[in-house]
């Protein structure tokens, strides 16, 4: 079977939800078994019902936190030998301009998008290294390439996911690790209905129209779909790709003028 995932461990962060929840859930079906780390419990519980039948077993942690994280990461080696794969899907939002984002907004994105990343891969990487195999892929953005309106912070954040994705696949590539990054246009995810029901009630589905058309395609991808580019590159069948960002944006950055 293609991109199948059987005897593989894979740790998903921020499997909770959205993107996260997809891959971990995309994942399971290929025969992974799969580490569910989330912040929230309740949601990373929810994600695990989801995965009747499949492998899954929930690890609380804040990325956020280096010390938990480590923990974390070898605890999931007691308990199942290794770590074959490494998803960095934990990451948080925020709408605003230069003169309009708080220093502790800055502070914020860049501890969970940044900091968070660094932390799960610093923490998986010795196990990795000790098998001389592993791949890790990072959640950028098409943000993190293009100017895109009020994401100054963000934006920031996710710029610097792609450059620790390319530095971590140069040192380590002889070492059979693999690095790679996703950077998806607009997903539909819950992110995005909170966002419209708190800035534009009444006018939900009138926003959601004009956001999907901001992609040539003229739709928001599915969660599952950026899960679906996610197995490609975590599977044995992408042994020979590393160091790559892939935008999976409806055409957003190659076909908007």
Request: some cysteine; glycine content about 8%.
């Amino acid at each position: 079977m293609l991109f199948s995932l059987k005897d593989k461990v894979a740790v998903v962060t921020g499997a909770g939800s959205g993107i996260g929840r997809a891959i971990a859930t995309t994942f399971g079906e290929q025969g992974a078994t799969v580490c569910i780390v989330d912040l929230q419990n309740q949601t990373a519980e929810e994600t695990a019902r989801q995965m009747t039948g499949q492998k899954a077993s929930v690890w609380t942690c804040d990325v956020t936190d280096q010390s938990a994280m480590k923990k974390v990461m070898g605890d999931i080696v007691q308990a199942h030998g290794r770590i074959d794969i490494l998803v960095n899907s934990a990451g948080i939002a925020h709408i605003g301009r230069l003169e309009t984002t708080e220093e502790k907004d800055f502070e914020r994105l860049f501890n969970v998008n940044v900091k968070g990343t660094y932390n799960a891969m610093k923490c998986a990487l010795p196990y990795m290294k000790e098998q001389r195999k592993g791949v890790i892929l990072n959640l950028a953005s098409v943000a993190a390439t293009t100017g895109i309106s009020d994401r100054f912070a963000y934006s920031m954040t996710k710029g610097a996911v792609v450059s620790m994705t390319l530095s971590v696949a140069k040192d380590y590539v002889q070492e059979g690790i693999r690095c790679n990054c996703v950077s998806p246009g607009r997903v539909h995810t819950p992110f995005v209905d909170g966002f419209l029901k708190a800035n534009y009630p009444g006018r939900e589905s009138e926003m959601f129209e004009k956001l999907s058309k901001t992609q040539p395609i003229g739709r928001m991808a599915k969660p599952v779909e950026i899960a679906n580019l996610a197995l490609y590159l975590c599977s044995d069948e992408a042994s020979f790709i590393t160091g790559c960002d892939y935008p999976i944006d409806g055409g957003f950055l190659k076909l908007n003028s």
